[in-house]
Structure formats: C-alpha cells, structure tokens
C-alpha cells in the first residue's frame, strides 16, 4: 500500500515545505518557497564520509589487493608489483609477441615522432634562451559565413550575408610577455607503499621479556645510588677471571735482545775508554819528549855548543841530492815538450828578488844571470847558531839597515822638480812651523825641533807582554842535571 503525496497547487503554498523526495516528484524546487530544497537529494552532503575501498577481484576470483598502492595515484598505467609471483623471474619464449622484433615501417614511424618532440623541445629551449624572440608563424586565415539577426534593407548595406576573413593580429616579438606564467603547480601523489613480504607481529613472551632485560653497570669507581654489591658480583661483572692470561713469546726475546745490546754497548764504551787513556798517555808522553828536547836545545844554545849530528847531515845531503836529481829530470821532460816554456823558466827562476820596492829609487841590482849572495854572511861567528845576541835583547835585527845612507831623505821629501808646476816656493813653505802656535801654554814643556826621518818609538824597560824574562830566569836558577843527579845520590 502506498500513500499519495498530494501536492497544493500554486498559489496556495504559502504554509507548504517540501521535506521528503516525494513532496518533489518528477520534477525540481520550487522557486516561490525560499526553503532549502534538495530534489532528488542533489546537492545533499553525506553525513559521514569513508575512506574504504570497494573490494574487487580478479579473473581467478581472488582480492586485487594492488588497489591499495594505486590509490592516489593519477597513472593508471603504471606498473606496481604486489603480488609474490612478480619476485619470480620470467619464463621468457621466442613466440611471445610483446618481444618480437618491429618491422621497418614501425621503426621509421617512432623514429620520427621522436624526432619531431626533440626539435620540438629543442626549439622552444632555444627561443627561450634567446635574447629577442623571433616572430611567430601566423595561422593560417579563416573565412567565416556572417549571417545577421536584422535583414533590413537599412542596416549591413542590404547585405543578407557576409564573408569574414579571420586572421591572427600581428605580434611585437620586442614586446614584453603580458601574463605570468610561474604558477606553483601541486606535488604529484606520494609513491607508493612498499609491500610488506613478512609474517605478521607476534606477542613477546615472558622468558623472552625477561631475556631482553639488561642489568645496571657495576661501576668500579662511581655508586651514586650508594647500591651495596658483593666481591663475587664485581669479579663476575669484571670478566677477569674468564680471560686466560697469554704472554707472548717475543717479551723474552725482546728482553733477551735488550740485554745483549746493553752488554756490547758497555763493552763498547768501556773500549773506547781504553783507547782514549792509552791515547792521552801517548800524547803526554810525547808532549814530556818535546819539553826535555826543547830544554835541551835551549840549553846547549846557551852553553854555546853546536850539536854534531853527522846521521842528520847525511840525511839532508841525501835529500839535497834527491831534489836536484828530480829537478834535472823535469827540466828535461819540458825541454822535449816546450822548448819556450823551458826559456820563460830559467827566467822565472834567475829573477833577482831582492830589488828595492821604495818608489823614485834608483835600482842598484844589476841583471847578470847569476845568483848573488852577501859575503858578509860566509865565515862569520856570530848568527842564530852562535846564540844572536844577549839573552836580555829581543830586538829582531843587530843593526840598522843601510845606517850609512840617507835613505830617509829620499822616502819621505819629495824631489824638486816634481813640485815645480805650483811654484819654487815649496822649500819656504817646509821651513815655516805651520803647526806651532805663536804663543804656548804657562808651564807646558817646550818640545825641541823633530829630526828627519821616521818617527823613533822607544820601548819601556819593564814591558813584558808574554813574561819570557820570567821565564829565562826560572832557567837560570835551576841547576843541571848533571848537578841534580849527583845531589840526589849525595842524599
């Protein structure tokens, strides 16, 4: 049974509200009743949204649960992997027709698709990357049949149709672009779930609970709880007593190389010792030989007495012998190789040493060839040998060189005709006391005139820089030895 929803006519719908679908009928709202209407619930929300998937199957009649990872997703194409047999590998065969080979009209065909996307994306990198756009291609033009709502004769010209020529406006390619175009577009859908390939949690026993419980350190310097722990607890948590003490074998050996290299160290160090003290006696023994031969020189140079040595007098007449027989020998060689170096020699070798160096002297030496000697030194007694002077005198020479002459006069004062450009004045201008002031000081000494020649210097008596004098009288007071000697065996 079915009740009939009886509709007031219009007009007469003023205390009237449309609630139920039936109120609507066929048709929609009603305009003159300002109520909210939802006929045919259009536009009604739902009281309570769901996220649930409807379940769908397969061919085999089993779940899909890949709907799961393609949910959100916009590629409806793509490929997930959901299932265990996707891990298998694929059983591959020569018939299959997804791997046959492409015939040439298909290769050609996706060649140049291909072909016209890259120009196409290479094209529009290029303009973009280009400082002025070139100008555009226009499309082509488009005629368009008019046809107005007014045919009178008085409007279109009396024209009842028209043809319209539509063509593109012209585009300044200098021309800013007129819209922004950097919109931020929304993130595309998540990826998707990775697929869980495990077996579900299990609930943890209790053993293993209490297996997975680890006990607080047992700390061997800080308590600060103050826990009061027993020795045994302690060793336990140490784990000393669980590792085996192991020495290795290279700690003797290493011990055993430390003491060999200690005991050669000493042996040698002690050696060295040896060597240096025996070393050190050699040398004091040899500095006592040098002191007694020197005292003994210096003895006999004083007593006057000339050491004869006839061994030592052979030896230098050998060695005399030898020099002279070598230099014959060289002379020889370089007469058969150069003859001229030989001449440049025997020059080299005659040239007279002794000339005066002093400059506007006149040179005595006379050029000879031969060798000169000062007969003043043959046959004389006096000389290093024969003691040279007193002991007390330390003067190198015995007498002044060339006492005789006035050699002073010729060193030190020009000649005349040198000077004789600036006047024959220069012997007054020697003789004026340029130096000496007309009026000396009260009390001074006056210092007499300065003989010519170099400047005397005198020596002080007491000047004794290195104490030989000292020395020489230490000697004087010591007696001989052959005076010690027999003192000695007196006693």
Not at 97 to 118: N, Y
Not at 184 to 200: D, E, N, Q, R, T
Not at 307 to 320: T, V
Not at 376 to 402: A, Q
């Given at each position: 049974?079915?009740?009939?929803?009886?509709?007031?006519?219009?007009?007469?719908?003023?205390?009237?509200?449309?609630?139920?679908?039936?109120?609507?009928?066929?048709?929609?709202?009603?305009?003159?009743?300002?109520?909210?209407?939802?006929?045919?619930?259009?536009?009604?929300?739902?009281?309570?949204?769901?996220?649930?998937?409807?379940?769908?199957?397969?061919?085999?009649?089993?779940?899909?649960?890949?709907?799961?990872?393609?949910?959100?997703?916009?590629?409806?194409?793509?490929?997930?992997?959901?299932?265990?047999?996707?891990?298998?590998?694929?059983?591959?065969?020569?018939?299959?027709?997804?791997?046959?080979?492409?015939?040439?009209?298909?290769?050609?065909?996706?060649?140049?698709?291909?072909?016209?996307?890259?120009?196409?994306?290479?094209?529009?990198?290029?303009?973009?990357?280009?400082?002025?756009?070139?100008?555009?291609?226009?499309?082509?033009?488009?005629?368009?049949?008019?046809?107005?709502?007014?045919?009178?004769?008085?409007?279109?010209?009396?024209?009842?149709?028209?043809?319209?020529?539509?063509?593109?406006?012209?585009?300044?390619?200098?021309?800013?672009?007129?819209?922004?175009?950097?919109?931020?577009?929304?993130?595309?859908?998540?990826?998707?779930?990775?697929?869980?390939?495990?077996?579900?949690?299990?609930?943890?026993?209790?053993?293993?609970?209490?297996?997975?419980?680890?006990?607080?350190?047992?700390?061997?310097?800080?308590?600060?709880?103050?826990?009061?722990?027993?020795?045994?607890?302690?060793?336990?948590?140490?784990?000393?007593?669980?590792?085996?003490?192991?020495?290795?074998?290279?700690?003797?050996?290493?011990?055993?190389?430390?003491?060999?290299?200690?005991?050669?160290a000493r042996e040698a160090i002690e050696m060295r010792a040896k060597v240096e003290q025996t070393i050190?006696?050699?040398?004091?023994?040899?500095?006592?030989?040098?002191?007694?031969?020197?005292?003994?020189?210096?003895?006999?140079?004083?007593?006057?007495?000339?050491?004869?040595?006839?061994?030592?007098?052979?030896?230098?007449?050998?060695?005399?012998?030898?020099?002279?027989?070598?230099?014959?020998?060289?002379?020889?060689?370089?007469?058969?190789?150069?003859?001229?170096?030989?001449?440049?020699?025997?020059?080299?070798?005659?040239?007279?040493?002794?000339?005066?160096?002093?400059?506007?002297?006149?040179?005595?030496?006379?050029?000879?060839?031969?060798?000169?000697?000062?007969?003043?030194?043959?046959?004389?007694?006096?000389?290093?040998?024969?003691?040279?002077?007193?002991?007390?005198?330390?003067?190198?020479?015995?007498?002044?060189?060339?006492?005789?002459?006035?050699?002073?006069?010729?060193?030190?004062?020009?000649?005349?005709?040198?000077?004789?450009?600036?006047?024959?004045?220069?012997?007054?201008?020697?003789?004026?006391?340029?130096?000496?002031?007309?009026?000396?000081?009260?009390?001074?000494?006056?210092?007499?005139?300065?003989?010519?020649?170099?400047?005397?210097?005198?020596?002080?008596?007491?000047?004794?820089?290195?104490?030989?004098?000292?020395?020489?009288?230490?000697?004087?007071?010591?007696?001989?030895?052959?005076?010690?000697?027999?003192?000695?065996?007196?006693?």
């Amino acid at each position: 049974m079915s009740l009939k929803v009886s509709i007031p006519p219009y007009g007469s719908r003023q205390n009237w509200v449309p609630r139920r679908a039936e109120d609507f009928g066929d048709s929609g709202a009603f305009p003159e009743i300002h109520v909210v209407q939802y006929p045919l619930d259009m536009g009604k929300t739902k009281a309570k949204t769901s996220n649930a998937i409807a379940v769908q199957l397969d061919s085999q009649g089993d779940v899909k649960f890949d709907l799961l990872a393609r949910q959100g997703s916009k590629n409806s194409n793509k490929i997930i992997y959901s299932k265990y047999t996707d891990l298998l590998p694929k059983q591959v065969s020569e018939e299959d027709p997804d791997l046959v080979r492409p015939d040439e009209e298909e290769i050609k065909e996706h060649t140049e698709k291909t072909r016209k996307a890259l120009e196409a994306i290479i094209s529009a990198k290029v303009s973009a990357a280009m400082p002025v756009k070139a100008a555009e291609k226009q499309a082509p033009a488009q005629y368009i049949r008019y046809t107005p709502a007014n045919q009178n004769q008085g409007e279109n010209s009396g024209a009842s149709q028209r043809i319209i020529r539509m063509v593109e406006v012209q585009k300044d390619p200098m021309s800013p672009p007129r819209f922004k175009l950097n919109k931020k577009l929304p993130k595309g859908p998540p990826s998707p779930p990775a697929p869980v390939l495990h077996s579900p949690t299990r609930k943890v026993t209790v053993k293993e609970q209490q297996e997975w419980k680890i006990p607080p350190c047992v700390s061997n310097w800080k308590n600060p709880k103050g826990y009061t722990i027993p020795l045994d607890k302690r060793l336990a948590a140490d784990g000393r007593g669980l590792q085996s003490v192991h020495i290795n074998e290279k700690f003797s050996q290493f011990a055993e190389a430390l003491y060999i290299a200690d005991r050669k160290a000493r042996e040698a160090i002690e050696m060295r010792a040896k060597v240096e003290q025996t070393i050190a006696q050699k040398e004091k023994a040899k500095k006592e030989e040098d002191l007694k031969q020197l005292a003994n020189q210096i003895r006999e140079q004083r007593s006057g007495i000339k050491p004869i040595s006839e061994d030592k007098e052979a030896l230098e007449r050998d060695e005399i012998r030898r020099e002279r027989q070598k230099e014959r020998q060289r002379d020889r060689a370089i007469q058969r190789a150069a003859p001229e170096k030989r001449t440049k020699l025997t020059k080299e070798n005659e040239r007279d040493i002794s000339e005066k160096i002093a400059l506007g002297l006149p040179n005595t030496g006379y050029n000879t060839g031969e060798i000169q000697y000062d007969s003043r030194l043959f046959n004389s007694s006096k000389g290093l040998d024969t003691g040279f002077g007193e002991e007390d005198n330390y003067n190198i020479y015995d007498k002044p060189w060339r006492e005789t002459e006035t050699i002073t006069n010729t060193i030190y004062r020009p000649s005349k005709n040198i000077d004789k450009d600036y006047g024959d004045d220069f012997d007054e201008a020697l003789k004026t006391r340029r130096f000496v002031p007309d009026k000396g000081f009260e009390g001074a000494d006056k210092v007499g005139p300065r003989e010519s020649g170099p400047v005397a210097f005198e020596q002080h008596e007491d000047f004794d820089p290195f104490k030989i004098d000292h020395f020489l009288g230490n000697l004087k007071k010591r007696p001989n030895d052959d005076e010690s000697r027999s003192s000695k065996k007196k006693k």
